[in-house]
T-cell receptor, first 113, second 112 residues
Framework: GENVEQHPSTLSVQEGDSAVIKCTYS??????FPWYKQELGKRPQLIID?????GEKKDQRIAVTLNKTAKHFSLHITETQPEDSAVYFC????????????FGTGTRLKVLA | NAGVTQTPKFQVLKTGQSMTLQCAQD?????MSWYRQDPGMGLRLIHY???????DQGEVPNGYNVSRSTTEDFPLRLLSAAPSQTSVYFC???????????FGPGTRLTVT
């Protein structure tokens, strides 16, 4: 079945450094790739997304890149701040059959002050 | 708009009991889905629906039933609860042409 792999599972960076989280998807028909941030005890919140017809998207300190050939997409956070500490999830909207969203297993990001 | 709402927030069940987790959205979204979240496992898709009257199984459907009689509501039924169903359950919805999923606040379920 469709699968999304996410790495690393944990990531610690110094405040001000950059963080990169990578995901790989299996369904080549996937057409939408969102990233969610989840703080402890809260619901996942969308922070950035990209559609399959775009290679890169940026919103202030966060950016997402997509390589359709390799079926990879990545989240880049620059100038990290302590409030960026959270769990981040990638997902892919697969379109084989009826469409659905499959999530990665999450990355716990710790930004050290 | 209230967005996506879920009830109850917390629930404790005994093994073998049944219950229904409620999910509703007021955004006229076609797509609705249920996920369970366990430590280290991410968000795993249980069931989803692309419109009223249409449901399909996700990655972990066993032990759960759903129905979609209206656009607004998508209840999740546990017919005979098991300790393995202890988890946090999230409902989400999206519009077909915008793709972004909106999540409800979650239901924390404990089965003893």
């Amino acid at each position: 079945g469709e699968n999304v792999e996410q790495h690393p599972s944990t990531l610690s960076v110094q405040e001000g450094d950059s963080a990169v989280i990578k995901c790989t998807y299996s369904d080549s028909a996937s057409n939408y790739f969102p990233w969610y941030k989840q703080e402890l005890g809260k619901r996942p919140q969308l922070i950035i997304d990209i559609r399959s017809n775009v290679g890169e998207k940026k919103d202030q300190r966060i950016a997402v890149t997509l390589n359709k050939t390799a079926k990879h997409f990545s989240l880049h956070i620059t100038e990290t701040q302590p409030e960026d500490s959270a769990v981040y999830f990638c997902a892919a909207r697969t379109t084989s059959g009826t469409y659905k969203y499959i999530f990665g297993t999450g990355t716990r990001l710790k930004v050290l002050a | 708009n209230a967005g996506v709402t879920q009830t109850p927030k917390f629930q404790v069940l005994k093994t073998g009991q049944s219950m229904t987790l409620q999910c509703a959205q007021d955004m006229n979204h076609e797509y609705m889905s249920w996920y369970r979240q366990d430590p280290g496992m991410g968000l795993r898709l249980i069931h989803y629906s692309v419109g009223a009257g249409i449901t399909d199984q996700g990655e972990v459907p066993n032990g759960y039933n759903v129905s979609r009689s209206t656009t607004e509501d998508f209840p999740l039924r546990l017919l005979s609860a098991a300790p393995s169903q202890t988890s946090v359950y999230f409902c989400a919805s999206s519009r077909d042409n915008s793709y972004e999923q909106y999540f409800g606040p979650g239901t924390r379920l404990t089965v003893t």
